[in-house]
């Protein structure tokens, strides 16, 4: 079965300093999200994209924040500058054809981002 | 905006016990609702989902969840629990409205003893 992988497994950052998070959806799909969670709490969406363009945000996706596909592959998050409150694990997710008609979403293993 | 609810935060059973995990929403529209399991190292993996017809949903692993629109309600359930089980649940719900986002419950950490 396809999946979606992220790399790396877990990243050590000084805060302040810029990082970013790599998945690669399954291939024929079309929309893509990040969440995180923070440990002893909640998964939180972050953000979906499609159509190579920001779809929706949560609060929480301040300027600090963005994402891109540099590529016809890959699905990239990239926090400028990093707090300790960034410290979580984040999940790249991605669907199919049909955005909110009825298509779950396929997560990756995560990425556990610790800011020192 | 919507809201996921789990109610039990860590249950502990043993082999052959039957389970049941309550979740609640909170929204008055169309929802599509979704359980996802997580093992111990392993990345969220979907269980079943909802979204419209029968309001029992089967899904992988002997789990089965039943929707009660009336309560709000996505309860997830396997008769004979296995050891292999053990893992953290969650229960998810996305809305139209929302677009394509999924809202989580808190999760249920499932503990079953051998």
């Known amino acids: 079965e396809p999946e979606v992988t992220q790399t790396p497994s877990h990243q050590v950052t000084q805060m302040g300093q810029e990082v970013i998070l790599r998945c690669v959806p399954i291939?024929?799909?079309?929309?893509f999200y990040w969440y995180r969670q923070i440990l002893g709490q909640k998964v939180e969406f972050l953000v979906s994209f499609y159509n190579n363009e920001i779809s929706e945000k949560s609060e929480i996706f301040d300027d600090q924040f963005s994402v891109e596909r540099p590529d016809g592959s890959n699905f990239t998050l990239k926090i400028r500058s990093t707090k300790l409150e960034d410290s979580a694990m984040y999940f790249c997710a991605s669907s199919g054809e049909q955005g909110w008609a009825n298509q779950p979403q396929h997560f990756g293993d995560g990425t556990r981002l610790s800011i020192l | 905006a919507q809201s996921v609810s789990q109610h039990n935060h860590h249950v502990i059973l043993s082999e052959a016990a039957s389970l049941e995990l309550g979740c609640n929403y909170s929204?008055?529209?169309?929802?599509?609702l979704f359980w996802y399991v997580q093992y111990p190292g392993q990345h969220l993996q979907l269980l079943l989902k909802y979204f419209s017809g029968d309001p029992l949903v089967k899904g992988i692993k002997g789990f089965e969840a039943e929707f009660i629109k009336s309560k709000f309600s996505f309860n997830l359930r396997k008769p004979s629990v296995q050891w292999s089980d053990t893992a953290e649940y969650f229960c998810?719900?996305?809305?139209?409205?929302?677009?394509?986002?999924?809202?989580f419950g808190g999760g249920t950490r499932v503990l079953v003893k051998p």
């Open positions: 291939s024929n799909h079309l929309y």
């Open positions: 929204y008055g529209g169309t929802v599509n």
């Open positions: 998810a719900v996305s809305t139209k409205a929302a677009g394509n986002k999924l809202t």
